[in-house]
């Protein structure tokens, strides 16, 4: 019972690289969504997924694009990273109508940019 | 704007005893459901608890339980009988109305638990 995955769980990048975060439910949900958790910051959402070939930016997409082509993926890219990306990457997923289902979130992806 | 207010960033408590969590949050939906969740120090996101904004009855789940204000904007968390293994960061979320899911979470506060 896999739930949400996350690849990879660490990285550690040079400013200027870009990468892919990849992250997998097997739950049928419908929502999907990437937040970055900093210290003294809470989590905040960078993009998120209403449905498979949908996607819409949250508070905080700046430097982040996405894409969901299938249902039980989403995948976080960052074109050109940047210092101010080093942060503790979650995935979450959840039901569309289900009002009291909580998302379930990911390990997280702890990614550093030198 | 809607908003989720931690004002604690660190808390102690001793062993067995119980323990209250402060959130506040601003929106003007008329429903809205708020959520906490627990992060220990190996960093996943455990949910705790739920409450709607049209439950009448606080929500309560094992030792924890929810003390919904609705006329404050407030939604604490109590931890009964605290144990060593509740030692972690506790993250307050709302879901706004809308159909997108998407939730708003205040910046967590930090419980210690002391034998």
């Known amino acids: 019972n896999a739930g949400v995955t996350q690849t990879p769980k660490f990285r550690v990048l040079k400013t200027g690289q870009s990468m892919t975060l990849l992250c997998a439910q097997d739950m049928n949900h419908e929502y999907m969504y990437w937040y970055r958790q900093d210290p003294g910051m809470g989590l905040r959402l960078i993009h998120y997924s209403v449905g498979e070939g949908t996607t819409a930016k949250g508070e905080v997409p700046d430097g982040y694009n996405v894409s969901r082509l299938k249902k039980q993926n989403f995948l976080l890219g960052l074109e050109s990273a940047a210092p101010s990306q080093t942060s503790v990457y979650f995935c979450?997923?959840?039901?569309?109508?289900?009002?009291?289902?909580?998302?379930?979130f990911g390990d997280g992806t702890r990614l550093s940019i030198l | 704007a809607q908003k989720i207010t931690q004002t604690q960033p660190g808390m102690f408590v001793q062993e067995k005893e119980a323990v209250t969590l402060d959130c506040t949050y601003d929106?003007?939906?008329?429903?809205?459901?708020l959520f906490w969740y627990k992060q220990p120090s190996s960093g996943e996101m455990i949910f705790l608890i739920y409450q709607g904004s049209y439950d009448e009855q606080n929500a309560t789940e094992g030792r924890y339980s929810l003390n919904f204000q609705k006329a404050r904007k407030s939604a604490n968390l109590v931890i009964s009988a605290s144990q060593l293994g509740d030692s972690a960061m506790y993250f307050c979320?709302?879901?706004?109305?809308?159909?997108?899911?998407?939730?708003?979470f205040g910046q967590g506060t930090t419980l210690q638990v002391k034998p």
């Open positions: 979320a709302m879901r706004a109305g809308g159909n997108t899911g998407k939730l708003i």
């Open positions: 929106t003007s939906d008329q429903s809205y459901g």
């Open positions: 979450a997923s959840s039901y569309r109508t289900i009002s009291n289902q909580p998302q379930h």
